[in-house]
Each structure stands twice: as C-alpha cells, then as structure tokens.
C-alpha cells in the first residue's frame, strides 16, 4: 500500500468513527508503529489535517482546522481533460525527439510533465503503464531536424523553401511558403502556409518536406481569422464551402450523437430515432473517407456532389471485390 492511499485510509477511519485507537490503525493499515507515526505527522503538518489524540478516550479524532488553514489531501486522480492532455503531451515530446538531436530542449519539458502525471497519484510510470493512448490514424515519422527549421521559421516568421514529395500525384515539387500555423492531426504534424507557387493557402505534411531550408525573407502575414475561414472539414482548405446534411439511422445515432465531427455541425433528432446532422466542408477528400466508415448506416441527403462522390467510391469498391 503506497503512502498515499494510506492516507487516505486514515482519514475515511476518522470521519467513519469518533475516535480510532493507534493499535487499530496499525491493524488495519498492517504497517510499522514508525511507519503510523510518520504517516500521522504527514497529516498533521503538512496538509493541516486536524488529529488530536484524545487522551482520555484512547484515541485519534479530527478536531476542528486551525483558523487560516484548509484541509485538503491531494488528488488522486485527473479530470479526463487533465489526463488526456498530460498524456498527450508526454507522448507527443517522446515521439518528437525520437531523433535524439532535440534532447536539450525537450528532455527538461519531459521530465516536467513526469513529475506533474505523478504528483497526484502513486508513480508516472504506473499511469502511463495503466492508460494507453490509441491513435485513430498511423503515425508517420518526421525528421526531427526538418521540425526544428521548420518551427524556428514559423516563430521567426521567415520563409521556407523546400521540395515536397506529394503522395496524391506521386510527384515531387520545389516549394516556398509563409508558415502560418502548424497542426497536429491524427497522430501527424502539417504546416499551413500561403504557397507563394500556387498563391494560396495549403496544407503540407512535415514528414513529406525534403530539405526544408529557411530564408531572410520575411514570411507574408495571414490573419488567423481568414486561414479559420478557409478550413473545411478535416486537413482540407477551400475557397468554396457547402453544407452537407447526413442521415445516420437509429442505431448508429446512439453513437454519433455524443461525436464531433466539426466545430460548426449541428444535430437534430429525428422521429424515428435516426439523428440528422449538417456540417461545413470544402473539399470531400475526407469527409467521404469518415461516411465510408459507417456503411450502410449513414445516407447523405445532400448536396448531391457530395452524394455522387459517396457512389462513386462504393461503386469502385464494388468493381475490386466482384473480380
């Protein structure tokens, strides 16, 4: 038993009786004469707890706290927002000196967050042993040289040139953008930047960049408000937004109720138990990819682009699997 829920185990003994004997905290807690004493001492002096030995009842009470001292033993748990994000965070450091060339700089941050994960609880080892963390997406490695130019341009804000392996059209392309903001995204870090080849705002995956090399030049400045415009659904921007509106049926709806799908979507019951909702998207790369994944239990209704795109995949889906 760590200290801390021996602690705890004090406390509940004293609220639950009027008075507790030494001897019955020793039975209960089966720890040494030393080992109570220490843990009494802990209580008392370093988070006010106000125990009294009452000498004529034989025993340990809580009396009333001292005036300007408040009572409290520490957490023994996160709020799953607390959690998650300090877990987050630890992996995302560990996975971004993966390298090693970074460890200067990230290894203090890690440690930070080590000890923050088991200050309310036994050991950060034994909560990052007992939660796991699964990513919805594969992870792809970035280059963790490549991460810091890529970084030190966008707080320096000067440009970048570099050559970009884009997967869609298996092409390679010399690049050179304003950063604006970087992303992390299902597990992967990506670069908005204004594209000064294309004149427009784009989305570039960092482990895809090859040779990223930051200029003197000064990076041309976008308001956050118009790149916040510009986002569509998922990684995807675009000048022209529409307004999907889906179909989940019952049974899939008591799942997808309580899901965000977008900032922006909105829900709405149906009679039958179906849930309809409508979201912004401006390109259908992604969005079709998510539909696809609920089958036969999601129906777009509109518009009917987005509903002839949907067709189009299930039907080349159709044509692999009949040969």
Partial sequence: MSQLERLYRIEQMLLNAPVVSFDRMLEVLEVSRATLKR?????RDRLQAPIEYDRYAGGYKLGTPRRGER??????????????????????LRELD????????VQPLLERITALIGSKQSAAAEITARIKLISASQHRQTDPVAFEIVGNALM???????????????????????????????????????????????????????????????????????INRAEGYGLYFGDSMQTARL???????????????????????????????SLPYSNPTELVMDLLRHGENVEVLAPAELRQALIERVDALQRLYKN
């Fill in 39 to 43: 843990d009494l001492a802990y209580l």
């Fill in 156 to 226: 320096m804000r000067k440009r970048l040139r570099f050559s970009y392996e884009g997967r869609h059209r298996n092409e390679v392309t010399q690049r050179e953008v304003s950063p604006q903001r970087l992303s992390y995204y299902r597990e992967n870090w990506y670069l908005d930047a204004w594209c000064h080849g294309q004149q427009a705002l784009r989305k570039f995956a960092l482990d895809a960049m090859r040779n990223p090399i930051m200029s003197e030049d000064a990076a041309e400045e976008l308001p956050l408000d118009q």
């Fill in 71 to 92: 009572h409290q033993l520490p957490g023994l748990w996160f709020s799953p927002q607390e959690i998650r994000a300090l877990l987050t965070m630890h992996h995302l």
């Fill in 98 to 105: 993966s390298g090693g060339l970074l460890a200067p700089h």
């Fill in 247 to 277: 179909r989940f049926s019952a049974a899939s709806a008591r799942w997808i109720r309580d899901e965000r799908w977008h900032p922006q979507q909105i829900m709405r019951e149906l009679e039958d138990g179906a849930l309809e909702m």
